[in-house]
């Protein structure tokens, strides 16, 4: 008697459902950015000395500069994490690790940013300090989004549908060259901190568009 196929479809033991996943790290996403806010100061009265209120709102543009940008990376940031959960049926325990590592990273950007807030135009190297800082911290992101999409890829049977490897690998270099660009941010940051700062907006809008399209329209296999 020939023993039946494995079913690709039956949920093995040590597996879990991706929903408590999700539902866990959209309420890190929510958290992070709702702490963002928080840096964006009201000009006290009595602090103004002489000067006006939207002087002193104007003053602020640093804060008001990073808020923005660390907003767009973490919305983009959760945005991209819904598409790739949207691809697996079940997650294994080394997904969630890797899952608890790219949270390690976001939960964390908030003191970046408001480091990079107070410092950004300091005259001295304090301000390279603060910017190398925020970049570290999202190169480690990056680093981290790439680890959890490769343990969310490595196994066929826990997708909704099989990805042909020749798109887990074009999605593998989108990843390589922004990783690229995140590093490199590093060093302009002794450069510029202003400059490193826009270039990270300039690649939270190419993440803006959709890195996982090719692997998520990737078609079934045939029964």
């Keep these: 008697m020939n023993t039946p196929a494995p079913d690709p479809?039956?949920?093995?033991?040590?597996?879990?459902?991706?929903?408590?996943?999700?539902?866990?790290?959209?309420?890190?996403f929510a958290i992070a950015i709702t702490l963002l806010v928080l840096d964006l100061n009201v000009p006290e009265p009595d602090g103004l000395h002489g000067q006006s209120?939207?002087?002193?709102?104007?003053?602020?543009?640093?804060?008001?500069?990073?808020?923005?940008?660390?907003?767009l990376v973490i919305g983009i940031i959760w945005i991209n994490h819904h598409a790739m959960c949207a691809l697996a049926r079940r997650v294994?325990?080394?997904?969630?690790?890797?899952?608890?590592?790219?949270?390690?990273t976001v939960s964390v950007i908030p003191f970046p940013t408001r480091l990079l807030a107070t410092y950004l135009t300091a005259e001295d190297t304090d301000a390279h300090t603060a910017a190398a800082v925020y970049a570290a911290t999202m190169v480690a992101m990056g680093l981290a989004f790439?680890?959890?999409?490769?343990?969310?890829?490595?196994?066929?049977?826990?997708?909704?549908?099989?990805?042909?490897?020749?798109?887990?690998?074009?999605?593998?270099?989108?990843?390589?060259?922004?990783?690229?660009a995140y590093l490199a941010t590093v060093g302009i940051a002794y450069l510029s901190p202003v400059a490193m700062l826009a270039t990270h907006a300039v690649l939270a809008v190419y993440y803006c568009f959709d890195q996982l399209a090719p692997v998520r329209r990737a078609p079934a296999t045939p029964h």
Aim: avoid cysteine; glycine fraction near 6%; aromatic fraction near 14%.
């Design 9 to 28: 479809s039956r949920r093995d033991s040590t597996d879990f459902s991706t929903a408590r996943l999700e539902a866990f790290s959209d309420g890190v």
């Design 53 to 71: 209120l939207a002087g002193a709102l104007a003053h602020q543009w640093p804060s008001y500069f990073a808020y923005l940008v660390s907003f």
């Design 92 to 104: 294994d325990r080394r997904t969630l690790f890797a899952n608890l590592f790219l949270l390690l």
């Design 146 to 180: 790439t680890l959890l999409f490769l343990s969310f890829t490595r196994d066929a049977r826990a997708l909704r549908t099989p990805v042909p490897r020749a798109d887990v690998n074009a999605a593998m270099r989108r990843f390589g060259l922004g990783g690229l």
